[in-house]
């Protein structure tokens, strides 16, 4: 069984290990946060929810609905613009015909080039409505689909602060989904761990609540050094420099929740030097 975790200030707990001091390797004792990736689905425009056909807990798929927006006054609006179009496109087939009737008459020399001009202009003033008309519709059906909530990746579905009935304001978060991607732990390395990330890197993690240690991989390092938070070092160590980075938690349990605290070891392996 892990001890339980016993959270104290970075600089107690970041600490090259007496073992690992000497050779190519050293040892750091790290502290963080288990944190996910999520997805929040934002309402468009400010609407009433009708139906959230998902439940808090559930696994979701990539494009599954999650919750729908009243759609009333989208619907209204793609009808009118398709009406619109309708009627520009029945401008077109005058426009088009005085347009060859112009032509005809310019090439028997009846009709004035001035004649065949004008009609070419409001035949390309009709074409450029409908093309308008089009574009309009294109853009109602989208905020009619934009009314049904739906996630770009899979996951489950952790938050959903709307009740149906509830009118949601223009950019409100309907639902929040955690993704399926890995969870990882966010650490702030010392600065002088950031030498020895050229060669090999091994993360054992223990998470408060599970008895069970996981393996991690270093995923990424921040390019700018930051001083080290406040809430984790007293205020005569944070002077201190560290690079934030995450730690990808290979293994993690389904179960495994963002904000739970984490408890790292670190092992640094010195990147040998090139011979030649």
């Known amino acids: ?14 600490a090259c290990l007496g073992a690992g001091c000497g050779g190519d390797s050293q040892v750091f ?8 990736t999520t997805l929040e689905l934002a309402a468009p425009i400010s609407e009433v929810v009708v139906e959230i056909p998902a439940d808090l807990g559930t696994r979701v798929a990539a494009g599954d609905v999650v919750v729908r927006l009243d759609t009333e006054v989208a619907e209204a609006e793609l009808v009118a613009a398709q009406a619109a179009l309708a009627a520009a496109e029945a401008n077109v087939i005058e426009a088009m015909e005085g347009f060859r009737r112009a032509e005809r008459l310019a090439k028997s020399r009846v009709g004035s080039t001035q004649d065949m001009d004008r009609a070419r202009s409001k035949r390309d003033e009709v074409l ?3 093309a308008e008309r089009k574009a309009r519709i294109a853009q109602a059906r989208r905020h009619l689909d934009d009314l049904t909530m739906r996630p770009l990746a899979g996951g489950v579905v952790d938050q959903l602060p709307f009740e149906v009935g509830e009118r949601v304001p223009a950019g409100g978060v309907v639902a929040v989904i955690q993704t399926n991607e890995k969870p990882w732990v966010r650490v702030w390395l010392p600065s002088r761990a950031v030498g020895l990330l050229g060669g090999e890197v091994e993360a054992r993690i223990e998470i408060e609540g599970f008895d069970t240690e996981l393996s991690g991989r270093l ?20 002077a201190h420099l560290v690079f ?9 349990p389904a179960e495994l929740r963002p904000g739970l605290p984490a408890r790292i070891r670190l092992t640094l392996v010195r990147p040998q030097a090139a011979s030649g």
């Open 1 to 14: 069984m892990i001890r339980p975790i016993r959270l104290a200030p970075l600089a107690s707990l970041v």
């Open 29 to 36: 004792e790290l502290v963080g946060t288990v944190e996910r």
């Open 128 to 130: 450029a409505v409908v």
């Open 219 to 238: 995923l990424d390092v921040a390019r700018e050094p930051e001083f080290t938070p406040h809430y984790a070092l007293t205020e005569r160590e944070s």
């Open 244 to 252: 934030q980075a995450r730690i990808v938690l290979d293994d993690a």
